[in-house]
Each structure stands twice: as structure tokens, then as C-alpha cells.
């Protein structure tokens, strides 16, 4: 009898201290909902959204209460898989939805200040000192940071022109419903 | 024994539209007279589009390069004739989307005249096939059935791929379409003459040419060349749309099948059209670029019908023009043929390397009428998919975006033949919903591509700032040892000099007052210098050891 008593709680004991062990030991210190957000936003922790880059706005979106429509360089397509991921409905872009756009600088009126290189968070601008600067439009993310610093306000987010090679087939609209 | 089958296989499903060749299969190739105006795209064929190298105003002869190859996917394209280049500009093409393009705007003047250094290779068969190959690249040929691949791709099969058959594509399964069948029925010692060097050039024992019965005249010229090469053979096909399809002509005539996202190289074989045979054998022997080719100008709303050979860059309306003109009920005008083309926005578009026909058809002939209604699951279209397919399963989702669904149903191996369409009764526009649904995938990905992009730039930002922060604090903190430094020897200097200097004052003060003002005024003077000079010293070597530091620090960062 006591054998079987000791026996087990021993094992009991052994089993709980090797849990509570592991518990301690690979402990997941992050949200793993804020780590699914995170891998939706951009990535290029641009600030636009108000937050100090998009780890943080993901924690913000985790715990709860932050509008989901601040994110511009990611527009539309990232409200709307924030909003599946948190289960909540899609609002509108905060500000007004052009469609993809690029920052271009106003070459003419840039006096060169470097102040838009220092802010881009990807290194799109290339210019120097009272060199006119100039956006590369394959690196531009459209995150707005560049906008603000510009001492002349020389810089524009502008629709992306479409050709030739950016055009996509549309969706065929889909049969008309008759009743 | 080669690896056509005597008996031909069949591929899956397939389709029987009415093929209205009666329309035009009777009218002799025809020369269709200079335009006044050529718009010559810089994108005609499947790659990198090719980079203008001619300017406005420069004078060109036929056959001068305008537009440079960019890398081995891409090749160039040639001026069609003499004249002068009136601007480089975005005009029209025939693209579904109706955007414009960068096209070489030539008018001629008149003489159409060959430049004169163009030199062939006189025996063709007896080179080594690389000097073929770079023949055949010079001269921009692509494919010209219509899919416009580059032929030097072709020509070059990857190490350790062996061709056992050439197969010659004189198929033209499309409806409509006469442009091949003439070009056999005229010019089939030219086909044979091209494809002899192409055997030579791929180093392959065996051809066949694969022709459909309802060619009979094309079959019987072509065979009557034939007779004179062993190696060479004609199949006659029965007629079944998509048989032209690569993949398809490929299992009719040997029995393999190409697997899927694979080429037909994988399975020894290599397809070329029967056009591109004689345009690699104009290239070859006569080193003459691909400059025109045959289009067939047809259906019920042209006035009268023509095979033409036409300079490219020739607007579609000169084609028209030379016809007689559209009639009232011309619906629709579609460039390529009536299952696969596309349908022109406007027909100031030009006359390119893929364009086999100039297709004007009513309102009977479209289903310009047709309204989608929804699937009755009828199975119609899994009867006819030449690939085995599901296609009414890749709509659904593709219509819902599942894009992960449409790559397990394997969208990308889909050729949009419009076979499935063409049976649907519920008058699904399925293929474009597969397009979108591609297009979809694809943009996706380089979406996925941007983002990982934008982590990796923003993180080396990142990591760029916080390293020159730290140069930036490691040398401050340099600057700041190097100064102390100086200052304790300036101070060091300071003590020794005055020591040095008081037994010359106690000297001096022997000497008369009026004497001294200026002699210790100049002493000091000297003494102010000499501080002077030892510090820019120091400073001086302090800047070459920070300057060192700084070289080292990079050659080590480095």
C-alpha cells in the first residue's frame, strides 16, 4: 500500500517539477497573435501608423482598441487581413484611397537638404547636398515619411501610372442574378 | 528507328469548331504594297523588351537593327525597310489591355532597300551549329506561330538533353487561319530547305512535319519535297483543335506526354512552326532579319479575303484597307485566331511577329451577345480539356481567389486554348477567369517579394545608422583623448619655454630701456610662433593618426 502511494506521488512530483520546469524554460515570450500581425504589416517600421514601427503597432492591434485602417504603405489589402486575423469587420482607409501611389519629388523646387533621405526607411531617395534628390520608384513603400521633412514641400504622393506591364485582367463581372 | 509512332495517338477532349478556312484558303500569297507609315513595337516577342538604338531622323536601310536585344531572353528587332525614322513614341498595339507601347516610327521612302552588308553562310549544313544559333538570334526569329518565343532558346537545348525529333508545326488548328497551309502549298521547298538546317543545328537524325487532313493541297506539296530526304516525314493529323498546341502535337505524334510546369525537350522532342522554318532559313542563308511575315486577312466582315505577306509595324487598318474595308456588320476585329486571339481596340495597331490573322467577324460569328449565367455542372468542359483539367472547378475558385486551391489544380499548366469555353453552355467566360486568377497568383508572389524587400532594406538602414552612431561616439571619444593629450603637451611646451626664456629676460634687462620694448616684443613674438607652430604640429599628426584609424576601421569594416 505505501508503496504504491509513494511511488506514485513520486512520480506525480517528478512529473509536475519537469512541467513547471519546461513551462519556465521555453516559455513563448511574445503574443502569438501580435507575431501573425506583425508578419502581415509592412516591415519597413516607416511610423506612419503612429506607433515606433510595426512590432509595436501589432502589439497595439493584440491588446486591443487600435483602429486597424492606419497603416498606409500597406493600404487596403493589409486592413483587410488585420481585420480577418482579429476577427473584426473592415473599415475604410483612414485617408482617402488613390490606389497605389509613389512619392516623387518635385526635382525643380528640391533644394537638396537631405532631409527626405534621412527619413525614408528603406533608402528609396538617392541625392547629396544641394544635389536634387530623386525617389526610386521600385523601393518606394508610399509610407508618407519622406513628406513631412521636406522643408519646401517639393514632395507628392503620386498614382502610379498604368502600362502595358502593370495592367492585370479583371475579375469577368459574373452572371447577372435574375430574381 | 526514331520515336514517331506509326500509329497516331490522341490527346485528351479537344474540340470541333466550324473552321471557316474555305474563306480564304484559296487566295495565293500576296505582297501587300508599302505602307505609308510603320509603327514597329520594341516588344515583340516573349522576354526582355528590346532598348531603341536609332534616333529621330536617322536614316535607315531593311534590315538595320532599331532595337537591341536585351539579354538571352529577348531578341531584336530589325527596320522592315528603307526610310527615315520620323520619332520613337507610345502607340498602339494589340494588347487586350489597350495600353500603348514603345514603337519605332518609320516612313519609308519608297525604295525598300536591303542594306548591303548582310552575308549568309553559303553551306549551312557543314558549320559548326553555334554559328547557326547566333544566325538565327541576330536575325530576332521567334516563334511564329503565335506564342513568340525566341528560336535561338530552342535551337540551344540544356547539357545532357538529347533531341531525338524536330517536329514541324504545319498544324494551323486555329479556325480561319491559311497563312501556314499557303505558305506549304507555295513555298515548301523553302520549309525543307529550313528545316534541314535546323536538323543540322540541333544535331537530330529524325523530323516530322505534323499537317492536319483538311490541308490536302499543303499535304501534297509538302510530300513532294519530302520524297527527296530520308530523315524527314509528313504526318497527316485528323483535324481536332488544340492539336497545334505543343504539348498536344507532341503526344498525338509520339505518344509522350511533356509533364507538368516541364518542356517538350524533356521528353526529346523540339517544335518549331513551319513559318519560322523558312525564316530561320532566310536568316541562316541570306542573313536576312525577320522583317515581314504571313497574315491571313478574313472572316464575314471584310469585303474580300488575302493571305498577305506584310511588313511588321503595319497598321491593321492597311490590311483592311487592301480588303476592300470592314462591311456594316463587323462586329468585332481580332488579331490571332478566333479561339485564342485578341480583340483589337483599335486597328491603328500594327502587324507584329505573333499577328497570324487579321480576323473581321459579325455578330453570328462572336459570342459578342453572350451573357454569363451560372454552372449547371454539366462536366462539358472536363470532356474537352486537352490537359485534363478541371476547369469549371478552377473558375469557382478563381472566382473566389482561393489562389492556393487554383495551384493545386494546377492553373499554371492551363493553355488557355479556350476549348472549355467554347463548350460551356452556360457561356462562362472561363478563360479569363483563369487569367485573372494567374495573374492573381502571380502578383501575390511579387507582392510577398516586395515585402521581404522592404524587411531586408529597412533592417540594413537600421543597421547602418546604429553602426555609424557608433563611429560616430568612437570618434568623439578619440577626439576628445587626442585633445586632452594635446593640451598636456601644449602645457608641457608652455612650462619648458618660460623656463627656457628666463635666463635671456634677465639678460635683456641689462640692456637700455629704449632698446628693449621692441627686442621683447619680438622675443615674445618668436616665442607665440613657436607654440604656434608646435601645436598645428601636433595637430596635424593627430589628423594623420585619427585618418589612419579611420582607414584601418574601414579596411577592417570591409
Same mark, same amino acid.
Given at each position: 500500500?505505501?508503496?504504491?502511494?509513494?511511488?506514485?506521488?513520486?512520480?506525480?512530483?517528478?512529473?509536475?517539477?519537469?512541467?513547471?520546469?519546461?513551462?519556465?524554460?521555453?516559455?513563448?515570450?511574445?503574443?502569438?497573435?501580435?507575431?501573425?500581425?506583425?508578419?502581415?504589416?509592412?516591415?519597413?517600421? +516607416?511610423?506612419? +501608423? =503612429?506607433?515606433?514601427?510595426?512590432?509595436?503597432?501589432?502589439?497595439?492591434?493584440?491588446?486591443?482598441?487600435?483602429?486597424?485602417?492606419?497603416?498606409?504603405?500597406?493600404?487596403?489589402? &493589409?486592413?483587410?487581413?488585420?481585420?480577418?486575423?482579429?476577427?473584426?469587420?473592415?473599415?475604410?482607409?483612414?485617408?482617402?484611397?488613390?490606389?497605389?501611389?509613389?512619392?516623387?519629388?518635385?526635382?525643380?523646387?528640391?533644394?537638396?537638404?537631405?532631409?527626405?533621405?534621412?527619413?525614408?526607411?528603406?533608402?528609396?531617395?538617392? =541625392?547629396?547636398?544641394?544635389?536634387?534628390?530623386?525617389?526610386?520608384?521600385?523601393? +518606394?513603400?508610399?509610407?508618407?515619411?519622406?513628406?513631412?521633412? +521636406?522643408?519646401?514641400?517639393?514632395?507628392?504622393?503620386?498614382?502610379?501610372?498604368? &502600362?502595358?506591364?502593370?495592367?492585370?485582367?479583371?475579375?469577368?463581372?459574373?452572371?447577372?442574378?435574375?430574381? | 528507328?526514331?520515336?514517331?509512332?506509326?500509329?497516331?495517338?490522341?490527346? $485528351?477532349?479537344?474540340?470541333?469548331?466550324?473552321?471557316?478556312?474555305?474563306?480564304?484558303? $484559296?487566295?495565293?500569297?500576296?505582297?501587300?504594297?508599302?505602307?505609308? !507609315?510603320?509603327?514597329?513595337?520594341?516588344?515583340?516577342?516573349?522576354?526582355?523588351?528590346?532598348?531603341?538604338?536609332?534616333?529621330?531622323?536617322?536614316?535607315?536601310?531593311?534590315?538595320?537593327?532599331?532595337?537591341?536585344?536585351?539579354?538571352?531572353?529577348?531578341?531584336?528587332?530589325?527596320?522592315? *525597310?528603307?526610310?527615315?525614322?520620323?520619332?520613337?513614341?507610345? $502607340?498602339?498595339?494589340?494588347?487586350?489591355?489597350?495600353?500603348?507601347?514603345?514603337?519605332?516610327?518609320?516612313?519609308?521612302?519608297?525604295?525598300? !532597300?536591303?542594306?548591303?552588308?548582310?552575308?549568309?553562310?553559303?553551306?549551312?549544313?557543314?558549320?559548326?551549329?553555334?554559328?547557326?544559333?547566333?544566325?538565327?538570334?541576330?536575325?530576332?526569329?521567334?516563334?511564329?506561330?503565335?506564342?513568340?518565343?525566341?528560336?535561338?532558346?530552342?535551337?540551344?537545348?540544356?547539357?545532357?538533353?538529347?533531341?531525338?525529333?524536330?517536329?514541324?508545326?504545319?498544324?494551323?488548328?486555329?479556325?480561319?487561319?491559311?497563312?501556314?497551309?499557303?505558305?506549304?502549298?507555295?513555298?515548301?521547298?523553302?520549309?525543307?530547305?529550313?528545316?534541314?538546317?535546323?536538323?543540322?543545328?540541333?544535331?537530330?537524325?529524325?523530323?516530322?512535319?505534323?499537317?492536319?487532313?483538311?490541308?490536302?493541297?499543303?499535304?501534297?506539296?509538302?510530300?513532294?519535297?519530302?520524297?527527296?530526304?530520308?530523315?524527314?516525314?509528313?504526318?497527316?493529323?485528323?483535324?481536332?483543335?488544340?492539336?497545334?498546341?505543343?504539348?498536344?502535337?507532341?503526344?498525338?505524334?509520339?505518344?509522350?506526354?511533356?509533364?507538368?510546369?516541364?518542356?517538350?525537350?524533356?521528353?526529346?522532342?523540339?517544335?518549331?512552326?513551319?513559318?519560322?522554318?523558312?525564316?530561320?532559313?532566310?536568316?541562316?542563308?541570306?542573313?536576312?532579319?525577320?522583317?515581314?511575315?504571313?497574315?491571313?486577312?478574313?472572316?464575314?466582315?471584310?469585303?474580300?479575303?488575302?493571305?498577305?505577306?506584310?511588313?511588321?509595324?503595319?497598321?491593321?487598318?492597311?490590311?483592311?484597307?487592301?480588303?476592300?474595308?470592314?462591311?456594316?456588320?463587323?462586329?468585332?476585329?481580332?488579331?490571332?485566331?478566333?479561339?485564342?486571339?485578341?480583340?483589337?481596340?483599335?486597328?491603328?495597331?500594327?502587324?507584329?511577329?505573333?499577328?497570324?490573322?487579321?480576323?473581321?467577324?459579325?455578330?453570328?460569328?462572336?459570342?459578342?451577345?453572350?451573357?454569363?449565367?451560372?454552372?449547371?455542372?454539366?462536366?462539358?468542359?472536363?470532356?474537352?480539356?486537352?490537359?485534363?483539367?478541371?476547369?469549371?472547378?478552377?473558375?469557382?475558385?478563381?472566382?473566389?481567389?482561393?489562389?492556393?486551391?487554383?495551384?493545386?489544380?494546377?492553373?499554371?499548366?492551363?493553355?488557355?486554348?479556350?476549348?472549355?469555353?467554347?463548350?460551356?453552355?452556360? $457561356?462562362?467566360?472561363?478563360?479569363?477567369?483563369?487569367?485573372?486568377?494567374?495573374?492573381?497568383?502571380?502578383?501575390?508572389?511579387?507582392?510577398?517579394?516586395?515585402?521581404?524587400?522592404?524587411?531586408?532594406?529597412?533592417?540594413?538602414?537600421?543597421?547602418?545608422?546604429?553602426?555609424?552612431?557608433?563611429?560616430?561616439?568612437?570618434?568623439?571619444?578619440?577626439?576628445?583623448?587626442?585633445?586632452?593629450?594635446?593640451?598636456?603637451?601644449?602645457?608641457?611646451?608652455?612650462?619648458?619655454? *618660460?623656463?627656457?626664456?628666463?635666463?635671456?629676460?634677465?639678460?635683456?634687462?641689462?640692456?637700455?630701456?629704449?632698446?628693449?620694448?621692441?627686442?621683447?616684443?619680438?622675443?615674445?613674438?618668436?616665442?607665440?610662433?613657436?607654440?604656434?607652430?608646435?601645436?598645428?604640429?601636433?595637430?596635424?599628426?593627430?589628423?594623420?593618426?585619427?585618418?589612419?584609424?579611420?582607414?584601418?576601421?574601414?579596411?577592417?569594416?570591409?
Amino acid at each position: 500500500m505505501i508503496e504504491a502511494v509513494l511511488s506514485i506521488s513520486g512520480m506525480a512530483l517528478a512529473a509536475g517539477l519537469g512541467l513547471g520546469f519546461a513551462a519556465k524554460k521555453f516559455q513563448v515570450e511574445s503574443d502569438p497573435i501580435a507575431v501573425q500581425l506583425v508578419a502581415v504589416l509592412p516591415g519597413s517600421n +516607416c511610423g506612419s +501608423c =503612429g506607433y515606433p514601427g510595426c512590432q509595436a503597432y501589432a502589439d497595439a492591434l493584440a491588446s486591443g482598441g487600435v483602429a486597424i485602417n492606419l497603416c498606409s504603405p500597406g493600404g487596403k489589402a &493589409t486592413m483587410e487581413l488585420l481585420a480577418s486575423l482579429l476577427g473584426v469587420t473592415p473599415m475604410a482607409m483612414s485617408d482617402e484611397d488613390l490606389g497605389p501611389v509613389l512619392a516623387v519629388i518635385d526635382e525643380n523646387n528640391c533644394i537638396g537638404c537631405t532631409a527626405c533621405i534621412k527619413a525614408c526607411p528603406v533608402d528609396a531617395i538617392i =541625392g547629396a547636398n544641394k544635389q536634387s534628390h530623386t525617389v526610386i520608384a521600385t523601393e +518606394c513603400t508610399a509610407c508618407k515619411a519622406c513628406l513631412e521633412p +521636406c522643408p519646401v514641400n517639393c514632395i507628392t504622393m503620386t498614382p502610379v501610372k498604368q &502600362t502595358l506591364y502593370n495592367w492585370s485582367w479583371s475579375k469577368p463581372s459574373g452572371p447577372k442574378m435574375l430574381h | 528507328m526514331g520515336i514517331a509512332l506509326t500509329t497516331l495517338r490522341s490527346f $485528351h477532349g479537344g474540340v470541333h469548331p466550324a473552321d471557316n478556312k474555305s474563306l480564304s484558303a $484559296h487566295r495565293p500569297i500576296e505582297r501587300l504594297p508599302l505602307p505609308k !507609315m510603320l509603327y514597329v513595337p520594341l516588344h515583340q516577342h516573349l522576354g526582355t523588351p528590346c532598348e531603341p538604338c536609332v534616333k529621330p531622323g536617322d536614316k535607315v536601310l531593311k534590315g538595320d537593327l532599331i532595337g537591341e536585344a536585351q539579354g538571352f531572353v529577348s531578341v531584336p528587332v530589325h527596320a522592315p *525597310t528603307s526610310g527615315t525614322v520620323l520619332e520613337i513614341k507610345q $502607340h498602339t498595339v494589340g494588347h487586350p489591355s489597350g495600353f500603348t507601347m514603345l514603337c519605332v516610327v518609320i516612313e519609308p521612302d519608297g525604295r525598300d !532597300m536591303w542594306r548591303s552588308d548582310l552575308v549568309g553562310i553559303k553551306t549551312p549544313l557543314q558549320v559548326d551549329p553555334s554559328e547557326i544559333k547566333k544566325k538565327i538570334q541576330e536575325a530576332g526569329i521567334v516563334g511564329l506561330g503565335g506564342a513568340t518565343f525566341p528560336s535561338h532558346i530552342k535551337m540551344s537545348p540544356p547539357k545532357g538533353k538529347v533531341v531525338s525529333l524536330l517536329l514541324i508545326n504545319g498544324v494551323e488548328c486555329e479556325p480561319y487561319l491559311t497563312c501556314d497551309a499557303r505558305l506549304m502549298q507555295e513555298r515548301a521547298r523553302e520549309i525543307v530547305l529550313g528545316i534541314t538546317i535546323m536538323m543540322h543545328a540541333l544535331q537530330t537524325k529524325e523530323c516530322v512535319i505534323g499537317i492536319e487532313a483538311n490541308k490536302p493541297m499543303a499535304i501534297s506539296a509538302m510530300r513532294k519535297v519530302v520524297d527527296e530526304f530520308q530523315q524527314i516525314k509528313v504526318a497527316v493529323l485528323p483535324v481536332m483543335y488544340p492539336q497545334g498546341a505543343e504539348k498536344q502535337l507532341i503526344e498525338v505524334v509520339t505518344g509522350r506526354q511533356v509533364p507538368s510546369g516541364g518542356l517538350p525537350i524533356d521528353v526529346g522532342v523540339i517544335v518549331h512552326n513551319v513559318a519560322t522554318a523558312v525564316a530561320i532559313r532566310e536568316a541562316v542563308e541570306f542573313g536576312r532579319p525577320l522583317i515581314s511575315r504571313l497574315v491571313t486577312v478574313t472572316g464575314k466582315g471584310v469585303k474580300s479575303t488575302a493571305n498577305l505577306e506584310v511588313l511588321l509595324g503595319t497598321p491593321v487598318q492597311d490590311l483592311i484597307n487592301f480588303c476592300g474595308g470592314l462591311t456594316y456588320k463587323t462586329k468585332k476585329v481580332i488579331m490571332g485566331g478566333p479561339m485564342m486571339g485578341t480583340a483589337l481596340h483599335n486597328l491603328e495597331a500594327p502587324v507584329v511577329k505573333g499577328t497570324s490573322g487579321i480576323l473581321a467577324l459579325t455578330s453570328d460569328e462572336t459570342t459578342f451577345q453572350q451573357k454569363e449565367q451560372n454552372c449547371i455542372r454539366c462536366g462539358s468542359c472536363l470532356k474537352v480539356c486537352p490537359i485534363r483539367l478541371m476547369p469549371c472547378e478552377m473558375a469557382w475558385h478563381s472566382k473566389h481567389e482561393n489562389l492556393d486551391a487554383l495551384k493545386e489544380y494546377n492553373l499554371f499548366d492551363c493553355i488557355e486554348c479556350g476549348s472549355c469555353a467554347f463548350v460551356c453552355p452556360a $457561356h462562362i467566360p472561363l478563360v479569363h477567369y483563369f487569367r485573372f486568377g494567374k495573374i492573381s497568383i502571380l502578383a501575390q508572389k511579387q507582392a510577398d517579394q516586395a515585402k521581404q524587400k522592404v524587411k531586408e532594406r529597412s533592417q540594413r538602414k537600421e543597421a547602418r545608422i546604429a553602426k555609424e552612431e557608433a563611429e560616430k561616439e568612437r570618434k568623439k571619444a578619440e577626439m576628445k583623448a587626442q585633445s586632452d593629450a594635446r593640451k598636456a603637451q601644449a602645457a608641457m611646451t608652455a612650462a619648458q619655454q *618660460t623656463a627656457e626664456s628666463k635666463p635671456s629676460e634677465t639678460a635683456k634687462a641689462e640692456t637700455p630701456v629704449s632698446q628693449e620694448a621692441p627686442t621683447s616684443g619680438g622675443t615674445i613674438s618668436e616665442d607665440d610662433d613657436k607654440s604656434v607652430r608646435a601645436a598645428r604640429a601636433a595637430k596635424a599628426a593627430a589628423a594623420a593618426r585619427a585618418a589612419k584609424e579611420a582607414r584601418d576601421a574601414k579596411t577592417d569594416a570591409n
